[in-house]
């Protein structure tokens, strides 16, 4: 059976799973074992891995390909039992424990507040559920709106949907302004907001380039009638937005807010080049994740629709539901 191992080829030091580097783009921390070199967060690829000085390394370069160590090994006893690399360890659960218990019992409480059976019959939604492409015009968001509202159960006949702009304008005296300072005051995040005008007039605003990007734009709507369904129907007082983030993954749109958590893009020019990097949501992917495998291990989903997920998006996910049905003892669900 031929094993592998990781150390640095030039020590020997050998790094345990606790041993995370950062990327110098996007700042992600990762085992950059687990993907050879490749950031989870951009995409960039580390030819070279310094070896960890301050965990008892000698701090040096090596090829990040160097770093794996193959053998031959003959197993006499147990062959029934595989032996793996902690990098190699789907069912190894990405959040915390505190996040983990927050997150069952946030969902139950949801679960009770939304009723039992219909909470269950709720289901994870995809493009196709949604009639989505990947740029939207006004009207098809406005029909976007109404499908989201009757999924969600929301009376929407008040609500209206607003955009403006975070581009810069540039007058030719030279001065530069924010069109969206100039609209209600100081916005909550960087791409939408729920305003609420009284009744018969509330509205949702939503930064206008997110109709570029239909997973954005459909990750922040949700979050934005979340808030709006839990102001009114549940007549919370104090916006709890990690609450109303958990929410519209509960209605069925993670896929969505687990895409587009984090947005990297590059771009070139005639005489130059650059990238531009977005986080938008309050829940970590991570999190996300955690979220959706519970309420598909409780709803007893067919999870072919986590083919719909980027690549960080599932291997988190991947990695929660087999920890869930590997230990479904330790999870809580009522």
């Known amino acids: ?30 085992n950059t074992f687990e993907t050879h070199g490749e950031c989870p967060g951009c995409g960039k690829v580390f030819i070279d891995t310094a070896c960890s000085r301050s965990k008892g390394g000698c701090g040096q370069m090596s090829l990040n390909a160097e770093w794996y160590v193959r053998h031959e ?10 032996f793996f690399w902690f990098w190699k360890n789907k069912s190894k ?57 009757s999924v969600m159960n929301i009376d929407g006949w008040e609500i209206r949907l607003m955009y403006f702009s975070n581009r810069s304008a540039k007058y030719t005296e030279g001065i530069v302004e924010t069109p969206s300072e100039k609209i209600r ?16 007039n509330k509205e949702i605003w939503i930064e206008e380039r997110q109709l570029d990007d239909s997973q954005s734009f459909v990750s922040t709507l949700a979050y934005e009638l979340a808030t709006f369904k839990l102001a009114n129907e549940q007549v ?20 969505f807010m687990g895409n587009s958590y984090f947005n990297f893009s590059q771009w070139t020019g005639s005489s130059h080049q650059g990238w531009n990097m977005r986080k938008t949501g309050f829940l970590p992917e991570q999190v996300i994740a955690y979220a959706m495998a519970w309420l598909a291990h409780y709803r007893n989903e067919d999870i072919a629709w986590a083919s719909a997920f980027n690549k960080t ?13 590997e230990n479904k003892e330790k999870v809580r669900w009522e």
């Open 1 to 30: 059976m031929t094993e592998e191992y990781v150390r640095c080829p030039k020590c020997g030091w050998e790094p345990d799973e606790n041993c995370l580097w950062v990327c110098d783009v996007c700042k992600t921390r990762w």
């Open 73 to 82: 090994a003959i197993v006499e006893e147990e062959p029934e039992k595989k």
């Open 93 to 149: 659960l990405p959040v915390t424990d505190a996040d983990k218990k927050w997150v069952e019992g946030d969902l139950i409480w949801l679960g009770e507040i939304l009723e039992p059976v219909y909470f269950k019959s709720l289901s994870t939604l995809t493009f196709v559920d949604l009639e989505v492409g990947a740029k939207l015009t006004e009207d098809d968001a406005k029909h976007i709106l109404q499908k989201m509202i």
């Open 185 to 200: 005051g100081t916005w909550s995040n960087a791409v939408g907001k729920y305003v609420d005008n009284g009744l018969g």
């Open 236 to 255: 919370l007082e104090d916006n709890d937005p990690l609450l109303a983030s958990l929410m519209a993954v509960a209605y069925g749109f993670g896929i």
């Open 313 to 325: 998006m599932k291997k988190y996910f991947d990695q929660c539901y087999q920890y869930i049905a």
